[in-house]
């Protein structure tokens, strides 16, 4: 037996959670006054994920979670994170994480990091990026033709 698929998107959440805490993002997140609504809360939401699966976790076995802030943009933090047991990277995941309401340098400098600079997008992280955009822009392009197609026929009327 060995861990499956469900369960390691549980442990990353748990991950990212404890991450959030420790650093501060949530509790500044739930004070900020979200510009979208003019209330007060900016939860930090989960946008995109992709987990890459190198070798089973087996029943029993002990591993740790390890979550780390690549960069950031205008828009969301990108979060990398690792199962590991006995140094061995078993699985790891690229996650799109937002700030609704607000941007991930607001957040910062409610956390007194006012002006930092985000660390240089790993290449592979742009990548990513770029097909995130891309499936959401064809998602989108879907969308509207389906809706375009369903406009069509409902315009259609039948007289006996």
């Known amino acids: 037996m060995h861990m499956n698929n469900a369960r390691y998107l549980r442990h990353l959440d748990y991950g990212r959670t404890d991450f959030w805490i420790r650093n501060g993002v949530y509790k500044v997140s739930r004070q900020l006054t979200n510009e979208k609504t003019g209330k007060k809360g900016c939860p930090v939401v989960l946008a995109s994920i992709t987990t890459r699966f190198r070798r089973e976790l087996r029943l029993f076995q002990t591993f740790s979670v390890r979550t780390k802030l690549l960069c950031w943009d205008d828009k969301a933090f990108y979060v990398e994170q690792q199962f590991v047991s006995k140094g ?3 699985c790891i995941a690229l996650i799109k994480q ?29 990548s990513w990026v770029e097909y995130d955009s ?25 007289y006996e």
Not at 102 to 125: C, E, N, Q, R
Not at 136 to 152: D, F, G, M, V, W
């Open 88 to 90: 061995f990277v078993h």
């Open 98 to 126: 937002v700030v609704v309401g607000t941007s991930p340098a607001k957040v910062l400098a409610a956390l007194g990091h006012d002006g930092i600079v985000s660390p240089p997008m790993p290449s592979g992280v742009k």
């Open 134 to 158: 891309w499936s959401s822009q064809e998602i989108l392009n879907t969308a509207s033709e389906e809706a375009a197609a369903s406009s069509k026929t409902k315009k259609t009327k039948k």
